[in-house]
């Protein structure tokens, strides 16, 4: 079983619009993966979406620390470095909250860790984790059937604080995503939900239907329920 498959064994109720409009920002201050650090700002409601970087590393280690999994303290010690862990080295299960903190602020640090952070004002309240494919190793024994995982974008985690589910602050965080694997240049976004799932911490792949939304359509349906599923951006 690969380490995604892992992942997913570890409400699908569709996300309730801000009722604002969505303004795109984009910074030509570019990291070096070549990405416009993009900010995606919600109107009137304070909320950013700005693509991570070295200068947002205290931010994402808060966010982990105190927020993303108060209500689900038992994945507290996470810090999305499951699918970037080396498992035939050690079970995931027998990490540290401070191991996985240390190896992603060292990734984090030297760009080696993709996505996108959501903030209220200063605060950070959402991560969605989406990378070139090829850079995220549980991926690595996946099928590719139709030879596209070189060109292709994972979104693979969505963290939500409590407070802030069921806004769309996650379609918001995948759109961002969508965006960002377009100014790199790569030509599909693709993802991994699993069909049928109702808790909100079972749904950190994110819900099939959002992606649906966002005209991201199934691909090939796995039997651990998996759904693959990939848009042409």
């Not at 050690?90 to 060292?106: H, I, Q």
């Not at 974008?153 to 961002?176: D, H, M, N, P, T």
């Not at 377009?182 to 976004?189: E, I, K, M, N, S």
């Amino acid at each position: 079983m690969s380490a995604l498959r892992r992942a997913g064994a570890s409400s699908v109720a569709a996300n309730i619009a801000f009722g604002v409009r969505y303004v795109l920002v984009f910074d030509r201050s570019a990291d070096d993966m070549g990405i416009d650090r993009m900010s995606t700002t919600i109107s009137n409601s304070g909320i950013v979406i700005r693509a991570l970087t070295p200068a947002l590393i205290e931010s994402y280690l808060a966010f982990f620390d105190h927020v993303a999994f108060a209500d689900h303290p038992k994945w507290q010690y996470c810090y999305c470095n499951f699918l970037h862990h080396d498992h035939a080295l050690s079970p995931f299960k027998e990490t540290t909250a401070e191991r996985n903190r240390a190896a992603v602020k060292d990734r984090i640090c030297s760009r080696a860790m993709h996505g996108y952070l959501a903030f209220d004002g200063d605060d950070p309240i959402g991560w969605c984790h989406a990378a070139p494919r090829s850079t995220i190793p549980a991926l690595s024994d996946e099928p590719d059937p139709e030879n596209v995982a070189a060109q292709t974008g994972s979104i693979v985690c969505f963290v939500v604080a409590k407070a802030y589910r069921r806004k769309g602050l996650a379609s918001r965080l995948l759109e961002a995503a969508c965006n960002g694997f377009r100014a790199q240049g790569l030509t599909y976004a693709e993802a991994y939900p699993r069909a049928g799932l109702t808790g909100e911490g079972e749904n950190h792949f994110g819900p099939l239907p959002m992606y649906l939304s966002a005209g991201i359509e199934p691909r090939r349906s796995d039997a651990d329920g998996t759904t693959v599923v990939r848009k042409r951006l």
